[in-house]
């Protein structure tokens, strides 16, 4: 492992993911027509039937799979998890996360703005809680071509098969509990998008290597990071730019768009175009 990936990994017992936690707000967010897209392309075409919003799998069948399993491995890095970009060559995949609850409902509207006006592509990890506090927000990102939006959980837990923390915030209890809080925000993002999302990011990226299996078979893949961009929004812009352009060929990269008193948005604005005279481009999640 090179010097500074290592360096970064090290960093992060220093940097909290927790995000945030707490009830959301109830009002729903509802797709509109799109602006800069055709409607067909950001929801449901009238050619195909609507996606089912449920995950092709149901809880009994993940209980009866899964819930008599104990789990290996606890962290960021079970099997199968995502945490580099797909696309290879000199890439880095920015993704930002919105944790939802009364301590993280907030919209970084500063770095939305950079990452549209400089055409910065970034894969957006969205909790339902957020949504919910969001929806003129939800619109605008969901309609927009640069970002691909992602699933961050229904109630922002660390997915758990056996009742495992991270940051002092209780993770899920068992199999079942993991479909749920898969599942609930699937549910939402698939009625409003028109399609289900594809990326799963757990409330502060921790996971098991049972739950991976779960969220696996939902149709999703669980995404974490190799490089800690904001320390949970809690760096100084100086300290994001300093991470973020640390960031080697095909590094995922983790930070936050829900808290606009934070850091991150200036030191990705410092980051971006460093990394781009560096011949840098920046990849969505699913781009190959
Ligand atoms: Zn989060």
Redesign the pocket.
Known sequence: MPTSRRTILAALAAGA????QGPGATASGRPSAAVAVPRAVVFTPTARPAAPVAPAVTRAEIVARYGQLSPDYWGFGAPGVLRHAQASGQVIALTF???GGPG?SGYDQALIDFLRQHEVRATL?L?SRWIDANPAAFRLLAAEPLFEIGN??TK?LPLSVSGRSAYGISGTRNAGEVYDEVAGNHAKLTRLLGKPPRFF?S???YCDDIAERIVADMGERVVTFDVNGDGGATFTPAEVTTTVTAAEPGSLVIG?MNHPEGGTAQGIAAAVPILAARGYRFVRLSDQ
Do not use: I, P
């Open positions: 993911l927790a995000g945030c996360d919105a944790c993280g990890f909790n961050h959980g922002h990011r409330g502060t990226a936050h």
